[in-house]
Each structure stands twice: as structure tokens, then as C-alpha cells.
């Protein structure tokens, strides 16, 4: 899809002419004249307006047969929030291709996804954003082909293979089409420094050794590591994920993953002070890098992707705190803890189930109940991160190894009982997890919001706040709102916007929705703010009440 010479087009034209960084991987500016696409901050001379085309993704870029500038490397920016922010069907379609659908189950996977045909995603897909799903998906292999090139020492062979293309003439082919070069000389002329610091060699993965590389992740600044780092850690499942911080302030999350094509494992580290690491550098810029040791090199893009959603890196926060700093009453918390994020999850299924346990419980308290269910039912892995024993359960193992206690009767008071919740409780739980398992619940980062929010709902047990708690996390839904919630109200009160205390529990809750709808469409950034205020690591909800307890 292009930008014509429209008040947008000028807006974006500013963006180009002032080489600003906030934009790079929003959108894309192709120069007829030399034939290449550039990030909007790249160092170039600025083309002349009537020799300019905008792009909202790469692919529409290469089809329309322009290749990447070899000087501002498009293909190495963050990612676009834009794909979160639109809840229409190419929103949910590009969450789909970055997760690696059609690469896994092809166009008609994706369509069989989206509810539609595949002619049908194709003609919208082309519409709405320049370009069909496989050159959608074309052009993601290119970045993680690119990212990989650069940034390991993984043999030409397995970059192809892990980058997702079907032989190695594709791959040549399509490197030369977008970049201008082969893919040795690419490796070639990236700096040294960028190579990687794995310890898997040549990454080839046996029966015992899994595949091990190291890569960097873009992110756009300010970013609050503290703040995500921390929601993380105070939820880690024990076993399953493990958190810490290590020397120089450096931050550290790690936890296991179930990818497409075998058991995984994770490790995001974040070093203050920006890449060079420097101290005096402006506050809220870190470093991201990530470590994974795989099963398969096919799942590199995978993995890279959803540990991308989970810490929210494409998010825009210029965009946000500009927002939301306009009310004067958040003004002092973006002000304090600029580029929030909000957590996303690498499994839908997983974050549903976690979810519905923390419902009705403090956060120790379903950590502790998620740890024991973890290591009751859970798969043993070996990882060479250091914490991480246990896959998390499946729906399916939790769905068959997990009854529901007849309240009075001696299971309900055993205390082995590898969740000890009410009976109503781990009946909700067990229900979603053979929904979950069955196909009757589906849940996926393509899913239309609203559609799942009424699913879930209808499911017993489960009622809106959860619902939207699931949107938020799932979908990445930069606007979810999760009435109800005590703990927002105690961040408002912080933060003096609450309704008054001697008004009815009810009301209150209903005076802050309506307040809250100014800070559209990034209420999930304004409640994370909230809650930071609020000092609560996580809200506990009363499914009966539809109220945090």
C-alpha cells in the first residue's frame, strides 16, 4: 500500500527530511530514482518529494522491485506497532506471518485461521498493505536471514534453513534480489563486532546438542526493562522460567518454550547505557540480547518473534507517553517511568491457563500453585540456562492429569492436589484446557478480539476482566481494559484520578472506565502505569463479583 501526496505523505515526508528514528520500521520510503528503499532516518540525502513512494511493509518495497539500502539497513529496524493496533483482518494476518504460519501451514493455513478463503486474504493482503502473504512472508525470511548473516557464524547452509527458505537457490536469489549481493559477501561486509558470541559453532543441532546463538534485539527507545523485567520475575513459574539480575545492573529473564518444531529455551539479557553501554548515556536506553538453544534451526524466526512480543519491542513509546502525557494527571508517572511496555506472552494457551489460576489469588500464591502444577505435569527439559528444568504443561497433560475435587470429599483435601484451588477454580481450569486441547477454544495472536473475548467469556469460570487480561497479553491490544480491577483503582488513587473513596465499590470502577476512555487507544499502557503506582505486581479478581478481591 502506498502513501500518495496526502496530508500523511507530508507527515511522513517531515519524518524522512528530519531522519527521525521513531519512524524506522513503521513504514518504508522507496526513491525511484536510485531504485532502493531506506528506513525513514536514513543518513542519505533527503529525495525530492515527487521522487518518493512510503511503504507500510518491506515486502510491498521488493514488489514493487525496489531492494534494501545498503547504508541504513531497513531490514534491521523494530518492528511496527501498527499490526497491534489494527484489529482488522490484515492486522491479524501480519501478526500470523511473523509468527511463522505460512511459512508452518502455508496460505491456506492462514486463511483456515482468519476464517476466510485464501483468495479472499490474498486480495486484502495486496489491498491493504502492497503485498500477498507469501512475498509477506518472503520478506520476513529476508530479515532473519539478514539478522543472522550479521549477527552469528552459522554456515551459509543453515542460515537458509533456519531463515525458512526451501533450498538454497531461493535464498541466493531472493538476498540478491532485495540486498544487491550474495549472502557471503553480506556476511562479509558486516563489522566483526556484530559477529556472534555463541558457543554453539556452527549451530548444527545433534540428538543431546541443541542449537545455540546469540543475536541482538532492536528495540525502540526509551524502553522500560525495569519495569517489564520486573512483571516477569514476580510471575516466573519455577523451573519454567527464571529471572535475576547480574553484574553491572545487567537484567536477566530466561524461560522455556514449546516451538513448532521442538522444546526451546530463552534467555533475554538487558544492559543499561544503550549498545555501547555507556553510562552517561540518557536514561531508558538498553541493550537487548538474546540467547536460544534450539531444537531445530527452523524455529529461529519463531522464537525471535515471540520473545519479541513478549517484552512488546515494537511498541512505539514515543507515541504513547506523547499520549498519555497529555493528561496531566499520568503527566508525573510517564514522566517517571518513560517507555512502558506491556508484557505480551510466547503462549497464548499458556498465558489463558495461567491466567484463570491467578484469578481468584495473589501472585505468590498462583506462582506457587503454577510451580507445583508445572512440576507435577510438566516435561523435564535440559538446558544449559542456568534455572530452567520444565516445560510448561500442555492443555492436553492438564486437561487429562488434573480432576476435579467433589468439595467435602478427601481429594479436595489432599494436600498433594497439584492445584489446591476451589473446586469451582480448577474446574475452570480443567474446562479451558480441554477446550484448549480439543480445538473448541482457539487461541492465537491472530485471533479477532472481539470474538475472543465473548469465547473465553462464555467458557465457565472466566469472566471479562480475564477476557480482556487474555486480550491484552495475547493479542498485544495496546487499548484493553480490565474493569473491575481494584488494583487500578489504588494506582488512581496514587495518582489522585480515582473517583472518591465513599462512593460505592461499583461506581468507582465504572467513574475510572469513563475517565479512562481519554487515554485511548493505549489504555493497557495507561493501567501498567497504574498498577506501577498502585506498587501491586499483579491484580487479583473475584470471578463471581467480576471484582479484584
Not at 43 to 61: C, G, H, M, Q, W
Not at 86 to 112: C, F, I, S, T, W
Not at 355 to 368: D, E, F
Not at 487 to 495: I, M, T
Request: charged share 20%.
Amino acid at each position: 500500500m502506498t502513501v500518495t501526496q496526502t496530508a500523511e505523505f507530508a507527515e511522513r515526508y517531515r519524518a524522512i527530511a528530519a531522519r527521525d528514528t521513531r519512524f524506522d520500521g513503521q513504514f518504508f520510503t522507496a526513491v525511484r530514482t536510485t531504485g532502493i528503499y531506506c528506513r525513514p532516518s536514513c543518513p542519505a540525502r533527503t529525495p525530492r518529494p515527487e521522487n518518493v513512494t512510503f511503504y507500510l511493509t518491506s515486502a510491498a518495497a521488493h514488489e514493487a522491485g525496489y531492494r534494501a539500502c545498503k547504508r541504513c539497513l531497513p531490514e534491521a529496524a523494530p518492528g511496527t506497532p501498527a499490526w497491534n493496533l489494527r484489529r482488522d483482518l490484515a492486522g491479524r494476518a501480519m501478526r500470523l506471518v511473523a509468527d511463522g504460519v505460512v511459512d508452518r501451514e502455508g496460505v491456506e493455513g492462514l486463511a483456515v485461521r482468519l476464517g476466510y478463503s485464501a483468495r479472499h486474504v490474498h486480495r486484502l493482503l495486496v489491498a491493504e498493505l502492497g503485498a500477498g502473504p507469501l512475498a509477506l512472508a518472503r520478506a520476513q525470511r529476508a530479515q532473519t536471514a539478514r539478522a543472522l548473516l550479521v549477527g552469528t557464524e552459522l554456515r551459509l547452509a543453515d542460515v537458509a534453513f533456519a531463515a525458512g527458505f526451501g533450498s538454497i537457490r531461493q535464498f541466493n536469489d531472493t538476498l540478491l534480489e532485495i540486498f544487491a549481493t550474495t549472502p557471503g559477501a553480506l556476511r562479509a561486509s558486516a563489522a566483526r563486532t556484530a559477529a556472534a558470541r555463541s558457543g554453539g559453532g556452527h549451530g548444527r543441532a545433534t540428538a543431546v546438542e541443541p542449537v545455540r546463538l546469540e543475536l541482538s534485539l532492536p528495540v525502540r527507545q526509551p524502553f522500560d526493562a525495569p519495569g517489564i523485567f520486573r512483571f516477569l520475575a514476580v510471575r516466573a513459574v519455577a523451573g519454567v522460567e527464571a529471572a535475576s539480575v547480574l553484574d553491572g545492573g545487567v537484567l536477566r529473564y530466561a524461560r522455556t518454550l514449546d516451538l513448532p518444531h521442538g522444546p526451546a529455551a530463552a534467555e533475554v539479557t538487558a544492559t543499561p547505557g544503550g549498545p555501547s553501554g555507556h553510562r552517561g548515556s540518557r536514561a531508558g536506553v538498553w541493550e537487548l540480547r538474546l540467547r536460544v538453544e534450539l531444537a531445530s534451526l527452523a524455529d529461529v524466526a519463531t522464537a525471535v518473534a515471540r520473545v519479541r512480543r513478549l517484552l512488546d519491542l515494537d511498541a512505539d513509546p514515543v507515541a504513547v507517553d506523547a499520549a498519555l502525557v497529555a493528561d496531566p494527571v499520568l503527566a508525573p508517572l510517564v514522566a517517571d517511568t518513560p517507555g512502558i511496555r506491556v508484557p505480551g506472552a510466547v503462549d497464548p494457551h499458556e498465558l489463558v491457563l495461567r491466567a484463570i489460576v491467578g484469578q481468584q489469588i495473589s501472585v505468590a500464591a498462583a506462582r506457587t500453585h503454577l510451580g507445583r502444577l508445572a512440576a507435577t505435569l510438566g516435561t523435564p527439559y535440559a538446558s544449559g540456562f542456568e534455572g530452567l528444568t520444565t516445560l510448561f504443561p500442555t492443555p492436553a497433560a492438564i486437561g487429562a492429569g488434573i480432576a476435579v475435587p467433589v468439595p467435602g470429599s478427601p481429594e479436595a483435601a489432599d494436600p498433594e492436589r497439584p492445584l489446591r484451588l476451589p473446586a469451582r477454580g480448577v474446574a475452570a481450569v480443567v474446562g479451558a484446557a480441554r477446550a484448549l486441547a480439543d480445538g473448541e477454544l482457539a487461541v492465537d495472536v491472530g485471533a479477532d478480539p472481539d470474538a475472543l473475548r465473548a469465547t473465553l467469556v462464555a467458557l465457565p469460570g472466566v469472566g471479562p476482566w480475564t477476557a480482556a487480561y487474555v486480550g491484552m497479553r495475547v493479542l498485544g491490544d495496546p487499548d484493553a481494559w480490565l474493569d473491575g480491577d481494584v488494583a487500578l483503582l489504588a494506582g488512581a488513587a496514587a495518582a489522585r484520578v480515582a473517583p472518591p473513596s465513599d462512593l460505592p465499590a461499583g461506581r468507582r470502577h465504572r467513574d475510572l472506565a469513563v475517565r479512562a476512555a481519554a487515554w485511548a487507544p493505549w489504555r493497557s499502557y495507561a493501567a501498567m502505569h497504574l498498577w506501577h503506582a498502585a506498587s501491586a505486581p499483579f491484580p487479583r479478581v473475584n470471578v463471581e463479583r467480576e471484582e479484584i478481591a
